[in-house]
């Protein structure tokens, strides 16, 4: 009971600040098997990434969501962990352990699992989004049968007051024998499609 009403009131909370802080909210929607995991890859460009997703997840997939995040903040956020964060402490043993168990999480259909390849905070006006290896071992401590779906999200205020996120949105079905690169170059060409439209954006 604890734990529905904590999870129940911080995804409200989550709504709020996000309704509050910016004009607008939305996301492309792509045609998706809901029968199938959930694996959102995403930019990482602000504080508020994780959050967003979070919101999309509620509004548009509506699984159960999971995302990695650094040990440091989730002892500090105390709440992540009603709302499917799991901790992981960078250069040690546990990476390889969050990575198996995020692996496994996706062969559950109920569920969807967020990564932000970057592994870091980057600009979002960068050119290339970078991958980080351990992507990979995610995706073989799976039973890969899974859908990819590609999210590309930019902040812009315009002539607003407030900004306004747009999150562009791509599912992505893989090869047999997927590869990082492989992944790394379909993820990219969304981003770079996503990033020349976002600049066409006219309000």
Request: hydrophobic share 40%; proline share 2%.
């Amino acid at each position: 009971m604890h734990k529905r009403v904590v999870k129940a009131f911080f995804s409200w909370y989550i709504s709020r600040i996000i309704g509050r802080d910016f004009r607008e909210f939305s996301f492309h929607q792509p045609v998706f098997d809901q029968d199938r995991a959930v694996l959102l890859i995403a930019n990482h460009f602000s504080w508020w990434d994780g959050f967003l997703m979070f919101e999309l997840n509620k509004r548009l997939f509506k699984k159960n969501f999971h995302v990695m995040v650094n040990e440091e903040n989730y002892r500090k956020l105390w709440f992540l962990k009603y709302l499917g964060a799991f901790p992981v402490k960078k250069y040690s043993k546990s990476v390889v352990e969050a990575l198996e168990y995020a692996g496994k999480l996706l062969n559950d259909k109920s569920n969807l699992v967020l990564v932000f390849p970057q592994g870091k905070l980057y600009s979002s006006h960068t050119h290339e989004i970078k991958f980080e290896k351990g992507l990979l071992n995610l995706i073989n401590s799976s039973d890969k049968r899974f859908q990819y779906v590609f999210a590309a999200s930019f902040v812009d205020y315009f002539e607003n007051r407030k900004p306004s996120v747009n999150c562009y949105l791509m599912s992505w079905e893989d090869a047999e024998f997927t590869s990082l690169q492989l992944i790394k170059r379909a993820y990219n060409k969304h981003y770079e499609i996503s990033r020349n439209l976002q600049n066409r954006t006219i309000v």
